[in-house]
């Protein structure tokens, strides 16, 4: 065997794909060419390389899938009732319901912002050649604030077929404490594609506060949320809980975090209504770094009337 | 009829074939992690990996009916999995969005970075020769055929034989050994720098 035809095969001897023969060939010649030696050992460490970049799901993506595809089949199971599977039909209805596709939706925007326009009555579905005619004719063109061409596919002999993503809207109502209002409330305040939206829901949440569920929700709203505006109605709603241990670490964590003064007066006012040991150091640090006067007075006078240093040393 | 706890896989394909939803469901967890991983691995986006899944596994739901223990049940599986996959990266190719990042209203996002790397290291840098390394791997797989790709990525990350992987791809054993020796050939071109 020669060099350059050992070289050619390195690929396929380290996978374990050659045949008897040919592998005896290649490590026979690696035992004669050093060389080739170092060919294979460049190979491998590529091999190596090649592993390191595998991209793991993870697992978490893979309890999601699991989760909606049993949601999926759930629909199925119910919708072939009665009807043999594989049968028409109830499939259609399963599949065109479900292939949903929000890849047009910004970035990481798409997961979240899927599951709350799904949940708001919006929906977007992969239309059906057919019903596409359909569709078509009664709507005249393409409406582009509420359809999207996917993708065309040409199907020979002059034909293509085009694929368009389409938004309906569903209009429901009920009783603000109704938990399957709180439910979409809930996912409309995650909705990081309308902060709007998010404050609006935050707004309507706060009232029913009582709730373990909105409150956490509240209190994620007011360490996540990239809007003042949503955070600030979110602080609203979690000012009757000041006193709760939990409340009161998050509220902590955004007085030293958050980047607007608006927040951060509000959270000092609602945490020096009771003084505790613990805000001492919070508030010693806060100082370091506080530039906003209303604030640097609240923590001065607080760290006073505690008997406590107004700087760390 | 609920599957037993332990049935061998033509019992659990059998049993799903009646219409026993447990079953299917062990029948799905058996080989789910592997799908989405390929999926994963060929689309680099997490949610095009996710309908991927979705769809391979409805459509297996659809068609168990069909299935005749042919061949193997992973080979037919694979069969579908890979035809959606195949299908995924020719559409992306037609509309020329190989790119990973998107445009976000906080700027530019890769959504892969959303997709853990296999293995995160702690020194800086060596992180970032690796970063280098891994940005260049990944151009050089999009550059490849989608059937490259995919033979590439069943044989390398998934492990399988190449004759499997003919029998997945609809082709004969010497058809995807040649895609995987282009493949490897085309990595080693582009990867002659740095390994």
Known sequence: ?313 | MQAAVRMDEPELIRAAQQGDQRAFEQLVRSYDQSVLRLATNLLRSPEEANDIYQEAFLRVYKNLHTFRFDCSFHTWLYRIVSNLCLDALRKRKVRREESSVVETSDGPLDRMDAVPERRADSDPERSYESRQLKQRIQEVLGGLSPRERAVFEMRHYQGMRLRTIGEVMGTSEEAAKNCLFRATQKMRAALGDFV
């Open chain 1, 1 to 313: 065997m020669t060099c350059e035809e050992a070289r050619k095969n390195l690929p396929l001897f380290l996978y374990g794909e050659l045949s008897f023969d040919e592998e005896e060939l290649v490590e026979g010649h690696m035992d004669e060419c050093s060389a080739c030696r170092t060919a294979l050992a460049r190979e491998k460490a590529m091999f190596r390389a090649l592993d390191e970049a595998e991209a793991v799901p993870a697992p978490q993506q893979l309890e999601e899938s699991r989760a909606e595809l049993r949601r999926r089949l759930s629909v199925a199971g119910r919708m072939a009732q009665g009807a043999p599977l594989g049968g028409s039909g109830w499939w259609d209805k399963v599949r065109e319901g479900f292939t949903i596709r929000f890849h047009f939706a910004p970035g990481i925007a798409q997961v979240a912002g899927a599951a709350a326009m799904l949940a708001l009555g919006f929906f977007t579905a992969r239309v059906a050649p057919n019903s596409f005619l359909g569709n078509w004719h009664s709507a005249g063109m393409l409406d582009p604030a509420t359809s999207r061409v996917r993708y065309v596919e040409p199907l020979g002999s002059g034909r293509v077929q085009v694929v368009i993503d389409e938004t309906h809207q569903r209009v429901l109502s009920g009783n603000v404490d109704d938990q399957g209002i709180q439910r979409l409330l809930l996912t409309a305040a995650k909705d990081p594609s309308d902060a709007g939206l998010r404050v609006e829901s935050v707004d309507l949440l706060k009232n029913n506060s009582q709730s373990a569920e909105i409150r956490s929700a509240l209190v994620y709203a007011l360490e996540h949320d990239t809007n003042a505006g949503v955070r600030l109605k979110a602080l609203d709603g979690l000012k009757q809980f000041a006193e709760d241990p939990d409340t009161r670490q998050a509220l902590t964590q955004v007085l030293l975090t958050d980047e607007n003064p608006g927040v951060r007066t509000q959270v000092i006012d609602l945490l020096v209504q009771r003084h505790t040991d613990a805000m001492v150091g919070v508030l010693q640090e806060l100082l370091e770094k506080e530039d906003n006067g209303y604030i640097r007075m609240r923590c001065q006078k607080v760290l006073q009337d505690m008997n406590a240093s107004v700087e760390t040393y």
